[in-house]
């Protein structure tokens, strides 16, 4: 590079490039996904207090539970979401799921740690834990998504990331499946990983990491094996999007 260059480089630094459009910006609020993105993602504010997802059409009323959770409560103490499974924002999370784009972890990262300052700095969480996927599929996508979104939050939060679990079989697309086939499906699904000790979790707090809850059905699994299995004291979950409770 000529001196010239690198003096304009300087002077002028050429301006970052949004991961999400691919257009150069000035200023964003989280960085690597430009404002003009964000402002086409829909984050959620008002949500279930439990599973921490949009009701649609909004209904709630001074924090009462959706309709779901009314029916049959999840086994962890409570979900939180960054925003809605919906328009741009699933287009982009889509994109970083099928699309061979682990760079986006790096932005969804700096989301959860936004959410997980505001619903549990307080829980004293003492292991975050991914969702783990069957190996098939890993295969085929190259990366565990929600892996690496708990690795790059671990840097951020200082929770100690713990790789433990195995998805030992390789369920049908849950959305495709009755609320009651879905847990059929997930039956005997995960297991621990050989190596791992479960006593080091026996009343600990654990939060759970994801990319999207669908139907909520992989969340409340995973986190009665945490429970149940590993005997933790509580968990949580936590996850860039979810899809919202629709009420006819």
Known sequence: MKVLDILKDLIYPEKPVCLACGRRYDHSEIEGVCDRCLSRFSFITESCPVCGREVVPA???????????????PPYNFARSVFAYSGYAREVLLEYKYGHRPDLAEPFSHMLFLYYEEYFRDQNIDYMIPVPMHGERKN??????????????SKKN????????LRVKNSLPLYTLTKKARKLELEGAFELKEDIDPTIFKDKNILIIDDIITTGTTASEISHFVL????????YVLTTASVPVKID
């Open 140 to 153: 085929y996508r190259g990366y565990n998504q929600a892996a690496r979104l708990a690795q790059a939050l």
């Open 228 to 235: 149940e299995e590993m005997k933790a004291a509580n968990v």
């Open 59 to 73: 209904v709630l009323i001074d924090g009462q539970h959706c309709p779901e959770c009314k029916e049959e409560r």
């Open 158 to 165: 200082k929770i100690e990331y713990k790789d433990v679990l």
